[in-house]
């Protein structure tokens, strides 16, 4: 094969699996919301349960005073989102089984309207079961108009179950840009 047959069939290959590779970024957060509605998870985005409030009030009842968690916040966003979006605490202690909440700031610094969506995730991994978000932002896409801001909410509680070795619990928020189309183009 001559030399420059091969170097065409490797630039082919790779446009394409960096096209793919593209497409797949835009395509996770749609893709994680139907996959949990197919399988029929109620969860939250990231995995922890989503409760009632009426499980909220009884797990309120059982408060583990004797323990302190600190539950830490961080914050990126996605390639090419330009809001401001960072936790308006670093961090809280709480005590298994008490309520909390938390605010996010979110503000678009552009001229144009625009969507966002916030996947969080969690370590260490096996907190995740005893993290139950009441109510988050997470749960839904965020709409801010052009220049606008946001304090976004975030309400839950830790059971008093979780390990008794879990000290720490760093929440993760990445924020993509679920702008649709048309309203980019506008």
């Known amino acids: 094969m001559p030399e420059p047959q091969k170097h065409r069939k490797v630039y082919i290959i790779g446009g394409v699996m960096a096209a793919l ?9 749609p893709l994680y919301n139907l996959l949990c509605k197919r399988i029929g998870v109620n969860t939250s985005i990231a995995g922890s349960a989503l409760i009632t409030p009426a499980l909220s009030a009884e797990i309120s009842k059982q408060i583990d005073m004797s323990r302190e968690i600190t539950v830490q916040f961080t914050t990126t966003n996605h390639n090419g989102m330009p809001w401001e979006f960072y936790p308006n605490m670093k961090s809280v202690k709480v005590h298994p089984g008490a309520t909390t ?20 995730s969690m370590t260490p991994p096996d907190a995740v079961a005893h993290f139950h978000k009441i109510q988050c932002f997470c749960f839904d896409k965020q709409f801010l108009k052009a220049g606008a801001s946001d304090n976004m909410a975030m309400v839950f509680q830790i059971d008093k179950d979780i390990d008794k070795d879990t000290h720490v619990i760093t929440l993760a928020y990445t924020l993509f840009d679920v702008t649709p189309k048309e309203r980019k183009d506008k």
């Open 21 to 29: 590779m593209f497409g797949f970024c835009f395509a996770m957060v």
């Open 101 to 120: 909440k938390v605010t996010f700031f979110a503000k678009n610094p552009t001229s144009k309207d625009m969507v966002s969506q916030a996947i969080p």
